[in-house]
């Protein structure tokens, strides 16, 4: 039995591989780059400015990508609910002057309240 | 929590400061929101069938929240380790950036680039932000320290909510399973917003959020990236713009 939960733990080793070529591998990439070629530039450089602006860019990408395409037990979500939930919430975080604790429960009461009410 | 003034004894030893950024953690809504996020892709590695050794893994050796959902997502959908991997470097682009922003606040001129790997490592948003926060509450030669125990806590707290959100994910309904998955855009993009000052960064946001959609109708693989460079480049060319006028 002991060994049965070690090897639940553990997984299968294919599994762990897969992890570092595609999880680690491509991240530590990218942050070893920016540590490699970063060294010359100075913080308020237009270069960096345009930088950061993308990665902002990215990461709103990532948020729509999770509720465009959802991942999971929230494909279970119908989109006009997932989208007013988001929505709701950041009335919620603009009206409490950017109260992130704030979006963040008025989202959820409004996705739960939806799906209540739906049945 | 407040930092000790910058001429502080308080400052004095790399040991000292690395307890104030770890120390530092607990003074931050954003910690909660990690909290939160990192719950929510715990849970999400259960029910995609992921050990719980691999969702520790992913979560000190990846340390970044989207491109981990990215990874459990499509390699969880049946996609190719190729695929999944492309993905996951896309998603990744933006520590680049970051790395290289945080950097120079670190640097001082006797600094090595092997001290600052670890720091690399560490950099996510949540890092990314902080640091802007902080530092400059930290002097100079005491800052690598002081982000070495703020990644480390970081880390922590990142680690505690993977394993408690992999085995509440086991106990949750599906609706309260979506509830916990929703919060990682929630807490994204409320983290990220309230921390747009800039108007080229407010301008980043908003149009990366309505440009992904249309993007996402090319089917182009890469539409993460498509949108971020066009919403982000035009981001700064009206920061430019506004400059000149």
Redesign the interface.
Known sequence: MAAAHVS?????WH??A??????????????????????G???GS?L???????????????????????????A??PWFL?YG??AA??AA?MATQ?S??A??VC??VV??AG??WLG | MTLPPLDSQQWNGAIRAFGWGLRATSAT??S??LF?TFIGIGA?AH??H?????AI??TV????G????????T??SGQT?VQ??IA??????????????V???LRTPATK?RQ??LV??F?A?TLWVECYRFLPHVPRERRIAFVHGLGTGLITIGLVATIIGYLLAANLS??F??????????????????N?REL??V???????V???V??LLNSGV???V???????I??GV??WRQRT
């Open positions: 639940d733990f553990i997984g299968d599994t762990l897969v992890l570092l070529v595609a999880g680690v591998i491509p991240n530590q990439i990218w942050r070893m780059l920016g540590l490699w070629l970063g060294g530039l100075d913080e237009d960096l400015v345009w930088v950061k602006a993308v990665a902002t860019a990215i990461l709103a990408g990532v948020i729509a990508q999770i509720l465009v395409h959802p991942p999971g037990a929230l279970s979500v997932r939930a988001l919430g950041f975080f950017r992130i604790f979006g963040v989202g959820e996705m739960l799906k209540w | 809504i954003l909660m929101v939160v999400l029910d995609t992921f050990s719980m050794l691999w893994l992913s050796l990846v340390w970044a989207p491109a981990q959902i990215i990874l459990v997502t390699l969880g380790i999944s991997a996951v470097t896309m998603s990744a682009i933006r520590l680049f950036p970051m790395v290289v922003a950097m120079p606040l680039r600052l790997v690399a490592h950099t948003v599906q609706t399973g979506a509830a916990v998955l929703l919060l990682t855009p929630l807490a994204f993009l409320f983290s990220t917003a309230r747009s080229a960064d301008l980043a946001l908003a149009l990366g959020l440009f992904y959609p993007a996402a539409d993460i990236l949108s971020g460079v066009a919403a982000g480049t981001a700064f920061h430019k």
